[in-house]
């Protein structure tokens, strides 16, 4: 079965709508959403939605209400997203710290009590395309184990930067969790009845294993060894505490929906108007990439933009689990979205 891009915006909206969401929020959802699966992040585009529902019915994400900025300086603020759906408030912090960044050269918000939020990569691009840097790091449920441990102790703890450009051939963002796959990666496996390649997770007592169900009770590796450990760690803590979320075991429902979402996320926008000057960097900017890829070399976003171009030509794969998922919860609001799926 597949979707195309412009029904799975209509599909998510629809559905969000029926389940009471408020336009302006359904609208931001889909946009995230489409935009994951669109650059080839599956494990956090349309398969990920049902989670989102089950949250909505459990009362964990709050349909009603609002965030609330708790503090605010003229480079920084503290968000209460209270509980309202993780995109929303997200694209709203990201806002204020572009804002504040365009005054005084950085914004830096932190955000607690938000939700699940999708791809990091959609928010850090919201700063670059308007000139600006964009970084966000966020903590997640624990699942991987410490550098040395077998016990799940850490979340996969996402990083992504985008980094303006001058050139409209390129797109520059890294968009990664610090585990060597995302948990929605084992999700989608397991949704789907396949094993996991090798080398990704440990059981829980700590033995490599392929199935993604023994690898999500037990952990994820981190990428890149005890590196990418300590970047997990690292922001654990900048996405925790700093931030007024929880940290490592304390953290949860990002991937439980019935469970009240603890993680938190820091946003840091970098106006480089008020560094080198915004023409001159990215003058440099584009420069740098032309040197890689005249060594043939890849740059980060290279593949987003390939997998855009073709899930815009093709659509999306879904599988016959998640369009079962899909079509109950549908059901369930007498809505009938079959029409949406071609074979
Ligand atoms: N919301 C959350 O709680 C949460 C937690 C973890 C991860 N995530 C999201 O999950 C998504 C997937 O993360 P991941 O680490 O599994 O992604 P990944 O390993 O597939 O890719 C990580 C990054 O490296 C790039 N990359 C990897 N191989 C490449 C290649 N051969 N050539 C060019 N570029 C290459 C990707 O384009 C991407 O920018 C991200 O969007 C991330 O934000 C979200």
Redesign the pocket.
Known sequence: MKINIDNERKLIEEMLKAYDVKAIEASIVADVITD?DLKG?S??GLGRFPQYIKSIQSGTIKIDGDYEIEKETTSSAMINGNHKFGQYVTVKAMDLAVKKAGECGIGVVGIHDSN??????YYSDMASVQDMIGIVI?N?EPAMAPFGGKKALLG???I?ISIPTDDIHNYI?????TSI?????LLESKRKGEKIPEGLALDKDGNPTTDPEAGLEGSILPFGGFKGYALAFMFELLAGPLVNAACGVNVQG?ATPDVMCTKGDLLIVIDPEHFAGSMQFKFYVDQFVREIREENG?I?????IENMNIHMENGINVDDTLYNQLTEMAKAKNLDITSYFEE
């Open positions: 994951g992040f494990t956090h699940h939020y999708g791809i990091a990569g966020s997640t996969t703890n996402p992504t963002c890294v968009d990664m969790a796959t995302a948990r929605g990666k990002t890849v980060p976003g290279d593949r987003e």
